[in-house]
């Protein structure tokens, strides 16, 4: 199983973007996806995650009311909308597939190569 994620850039504070994860070689619906990130000199932390059918969601409490993960089965594609950044949303942001819908990132199996996302005050 392979993952891409795109979307990444520069932006400025209070500025959105949507980050898009792209999935081949299994069966995406399978997957729980998920999102997480790493900031400069600070360890892997989750961000989101979605179960098979979109239907539920879990959100970090520290992005929650700012960002939106979802999915479209039908395009083997996750997405998670990132509104009003802030500064402390730089990071490489990660895609991942997985069997739990979980925080926990040793439970995700596949893991996408990460897109950076700065944000500018």
């Known amino acids: 199983v392979q993952l891409q994620a795109s979307g990444g850039g520069l932006v400025q504070a209070g500025d959105s973007l949507r980050l898009s994860c792209g999935v081949s070689?299994?069966?995406?619906?399978?997957?729980?996806m998920g999102w997480f990130r790493q900031a400069p000199g600070k360890e892997r932390e989750f961000v989101a995650a979605i179960n098979w059918s979109g239907g539920t969601t879990y959100v970090a409490d520290s992005v929650g009311g700012r960002f939106t993960i979802s999915r479209d089965n039908a395009k083997n594609t996750v997405y998670l909308q990132m509104n009003s950044l802030k500064p402390e949303d730089t990071a490489v942001y990660y895609c991942a597939a997985g069997r739990h819908l979980t925080d926990i990132e040793g439970a995700y199996e596949y893991w996408g190569r990460g897109t950076l996302v700065t944000v500018s005050s």
């Open positions: 070689g299994g069966t995406f619906s399978n997957y729980i």
